[in-house]
């Protein structure tokens, strides 16, 4: 089992920025991705941005030239940097590890608020 902490939700104006973090309690064995989504009220959980183990990164496009999403191997951390934040931004955002050779191996943060919102 894999457990996920994030931090650095909150509130903040539209144009401003956030950065989230997740740590994660050990390393999934193999290729595996790290990344957040995020659920606004009434709405499906959507992706935001992955990245791999090896670099590769995925983004939504809604987010992207906006948001930037990095990780730490040896640390067993992931980081999304979020700008110019908009309105439409505003969810709870939750932290992902899977393993790209095990289904079964997916966890889930609890999740933290970020509101924009003027």
């Known amino acids: 089992q894999v457990q996920l902490v994030e931090s650095g939700g909150g509130s903040v104006q539209p144009g401003g920025s956030l950065r989230l973090s997740c740590a994660a309690s050990r390393s999934i064995f193999g290729r595996n991705v790290m990344g957040w989504y995020r659920q606004a009220p009434g709405k499906q959980r959507e992706l935001v941005a992955t990245i791999a183990n090896d670099g590769v990164t995925d983004y939504a496009d809604s987010v992207k030239g906006r948001f930037t999403i990095s990780r730490d191997n040896a640390k067993n951390t992931v980081t999304l940097q979020m700008n110019s934040l908009k309105p439409e931004d505003t969810a709870v955002y939750y932290c992902?590890?899977?393993?790209?050779?095990?289904?079964?191996?997916?966890?889930w943060g609890q999740g933290t608020q970020v509101t924009v919102s003027s």
């Open positions: 992902n590890a899977r393993s790209l050779v095990s289904a079964s191996a997916n966890y």
